[in-house]
């Protein structure tokens, strides 16, 4: 792959070696104008390109720079966690982090720490390494900060992100910091420690729902928001477009895959009958339908941002859950179904911007020198008490947990799109929920748009400005919401 294409690398490097006047002149022929948002996005790497001898020499030197990516994924993949007889993999034993059985929990806890320690200088020579391979690089090609070259990838202004990570930092206390303390009490624990962040609730029985039910309680959901939403949703299972059924060897997770834009999307899920797998259901169906709306711009305008390619499959999910905490009158099962969507939100925008800020200490200070590996202990404990609270009681074992999380290896500074777009998603659906006239027909708008408007463009139809603070402000306001909604039912 990398050779071939080496020799498609002259394309966008001779667009970018044209002149701001010379594109606008040729952007002014009709036949060039539909195309004029790719080659905007494209020229946003203008100022970071490198001579065409250079560019090609780190293209082709990528592949082994992946090797220290490929070292850590098989290093996770071949580890063998012991939990009583039994030696299992790492997921089996991070899965065990959520068991109703704290003596579980606990023991899983230990054995990871345990694992994560005798490996932790290798972890740390991956990291080091990485980081410096990504600073020299962003040396090269004159970006300001770690995290500059994921947000002109992303297509959204550095200020904009500052502005994410200041609002959502700034409400740790409002958020994180009074759920938790929730969760205590309803543990019945003076502390939590980290394997109590995902303990279920004890009187969650999490009943199991049929895929028949499942399928309904979705479309129904999307339906009362829009009849056109609901048709093309109805597709994906009536075509087969989803494949759910649980079978050995499956690949596990979720996703919905555009394929390309003249054929469908595929989604893959495993469902077990869960509340958890209907919101699944819900948010990998968002995704397909985004996908068939954009599929209208093409191969090359079709595909959204990080920080947008969330929008439709959160909102989705944030349909079906309104629905099905809106018929439940059981007030303890509102109590788990509430509890699950701050834990789910939680994760999304609190522990992903805490990831976030991890990665940018790690990164500036690699820019002096090598980091030990207990300085990147340090730096992880120090976000993850700011972010968790003073619920938890963190045990300094809690350090090395750090050292299994992909994203930091594979695509560093993904995260905090994570929460961009439940934060975005949440200001949208405050929108919704206030009235406004003609929602429906903007948000199908903006999903058909693809990959050919911004942020701002997409966002004004709604009154919305993701530069403004406020803005995030909105979105994180749904959350509390349904924290002060948890403390009524509690």
């Given at each position: 792959m990398t050779d071939i294409s080496s020799k498609l690398l002259f394309f966008t490097l001779e667009i970018n070696r044209?002149?701001?006047?010379?594109?606008?002149?040729?952007?002014?022929?009709?036949?060039?104008a539909r195309w004029g948002s790719w080659i905007r996005d494209?020229?946003?790497?203008?100022?970071?390109?490198?001579?065409?001898?250079?560019?090609?020499?780190?293209?082709?030197?990528?592949?082994?720079?992946?090797?220290?990516?490929?070292?850590?994924d098989e290093t996770i993949a071949s580890m063998r966690i012991p939990l009583g007889t039994e030696q299992v993999t790492v997921t089996h034993a991070l899965n065990n982090l959520s068991d109703r059985s704290r003596p579980v929990r606990e023991a899983a806890a230990h054995a990871l720490e345990g694992a994560f320690s005798e490996r932790l200088r290798l972890f740390?020579?991956?990291?080091?390494?990485?980081?410096?391979?990504?600073?020299?690089?962003?040396?090269?090609?004159?970006?300001?900060?770690?995290?500059?070259?994921?947000?002109?990838?992303?297509?959204?202004?550095?200020?904009?992100?500052?502005?994410?990570?200041?609002?959502?930092?700034?409400?740790?206390?409002?958020?994180?910091?009074?759920?938790?303390?929730?969760?205590?009490?309803?543990?019945?624990?003076?502390?939590?420690?980290?394997?109590?962040?995902?303990?279920?609730?004890?009187?969650?029985?999490?009943?199991?729902?049929?895929?028949?039910?499942?399928?309904?309680?979705?479309?129904?959901?999307?339906?009362?928001?829009?009849?056109?939403?609901?048709?093309?949703?109805?597709?994906?299972?009536?075509?087969?477009?989803?494949?759910?059924?649980?079978?050995?060897?499956?690949?596990?997770?979720?996703?919905?895959?555009?394929?390309?834009p003249s054929v469908h999307p595929y989604i893959l899920m495993n469902y077990h009958g869960r509340t958890r797998d209907v919101m699944t259901l819900a948010h990998e169906l968002g995704h397909g339908v985004h996908q068939v709306l954009a599929a209208e711009q093409g191969y090359l305008l079709s595909q959204t941002p990080l920080t947008l390619a969330e929008t439709a499959s959160v909102f989705g999910e944030m349909l079906t859950f309104r629905s099905l905490l809106d018929n439940e009158t059981d007030?303890?099962?509102?109590?788990?179904?509430?509890?699950?969507?701050?834990?789910?939100?939680?994760?999304?925008?609190?522990?992903?911007?805490?990831?976030?800020?991890?990665?940018?200490?790690?990164?500036?200070?690699?820019?002096?020198?090598?980091?030990?590996?207990?300085?990147?202990?340090e730096i992880w404990m120090t976000i993850q008490r700011d972010s968790l609270g003073p619920a938890f009681d963190l045990s300094p074992a809690y350090g090395v947990f750090w050292a299994y999380i992909p994203h930091f290896i594979h695509s560093p500074f993904y995260v905090y799109a994570y929460a961009f777009g439940d934060c975005l998603v949440n200001a949208l659906y405050d929108v919704f929920r206030s009235g406004e006239r003609g929602f429906q027909q903007k948000y199908l708008e903006m999903?058909?748009?693809?990959?050919?408007?911004?942020?701002?463009?997409?966002?004004?139809?709604?009154?919305?400005?993701?530069?403004?603070?406020?803005?995030?402000?909105?979105?994180?306001?749904?959350?509390?919401?349904?924290?002060?909604?948890?403390?009524?039912?509690?």
């Open positions: 044209l002149e701001d006047a010379a594109v606008q002149t040729h952007l002014a022929n009709a036949s060039l494209l020229r946003v790497f203008r100022p970071h390109q490198l001579s065409d001898e250079l560019e090609a020499f780190l293209h082709e030197k990528d592949v082994t720079d992946r090797a220290w990516v490929r070292l850590f740390s020579l991956i990291t080091n390494t990485l980081a410096k391979d990504k600073h020299i690089i962003d040396v090269w090609r004159h970006y300001p900060t770690p995290g500059s070259y994921r947000n002109r990838s992303n297509m959204v202004e550095d200020d904009v992100v500052a502005a994410l990570v200041s609002a959502v930092t700034a409400d740790y206390p409002r958020l994180s910091h009074r759920y938790y303390a929730l969760k205590a009490r309803w543990l019945g624990l003076p502390k939590l420690q980290h394997w109590d962040r995902n303990a279920p609730l004890p009187e969650d029985d999490d009943r199991e729902i049929g895929w028949d039910d499942a399928r309904r309680c979705v479309l129904t959901a999307y339906a009362r928001f829009s009849p056109e939403l609901a048709t093309i949703g109805e597709r994906f299972f009536e075509r087969q477009w989803i494949d759910a059924t649980l079978r050995d060897g499956k690949s596990s997770g979720a996703f919905s895959h555009p394929t390309v007030p303890r099962r509102r109590r788990i179904m509430l509890a699950g969507k701050v834990e789910d939100m939680l994760n999304t925008v609190v522990r992903q911007i805490a990831f976030y800020q991890f990665e940018t200490l790690v990164h500036q200070e690699r820019r002096g020198g090598e980091l030990l590996p207990e300085r990147i202990n999903l058909r748009a693809g990959g050919t408007k911004r942020h701002r463009e997409l966002l004004a139809p709604f009154g919305l400005d993701a530069s403004d603070p406020a803005f995030w402000r909105r979105g994180l306001d749904v959350i509390a919401g349904f924290i002060d909604e948890l403390e009524n039912v509690a």
